[in-house]
């Protein structure tokens, strides 16, 4: 059974920064593309991230883009993502994802003052 869990979310102020971690069992993590998503309540999932299985081509959602970095260790079975400069707009549950669909409980990022 696919389990992908993530951590790191929390309150922060404007500007500030937060890593998130997903860590997944259950299927053979190295091999899997992964990405980030986000949702706000009343809002469509939103794209943040993608990066390929062995740690490259990562691309990035253009509302993220040289504030966020994406990136694995495929030896911990664990994807990260780095935020940096953080918005208010940043506020979001956010969830890792295979890109065949399954996806974690979510973490809760806030950014407010």
């Known amino acids: 059974e696919v389990q992908l869990v993530e951590s790191g979310g929390g309150l922060v102020q404007p500007g500030g920064s937060l890593t998130l971690s997903c860590v997944g069992s259950g299927f053979t993590f190295r091999s899997y593309d992964m990405k980030w998503v986000r949702q706000t309540p009343g809002k469509e999932l939103e794209w943040v991230s993608t990066i390929s299985s062995y740690g490259g081509g990562a691309r990035y959602a253009d509302s993220v883009k040289g504030r966020f970095t994406i990136s694995r260790d495929n030896d911990k079975n664990t994807l990260y993502l780095h935020m940096t400069s953080l918005k208010t707009e940043d506020t979001a549950m956010y969830y890792c994802?295979?890109?065949?669909?399954?996806r974690g409980q979510g973490t809760q990022v806030t950014v407010a003052s």
């Open positions: 994802e295979l890109l065949t669909g399954e």
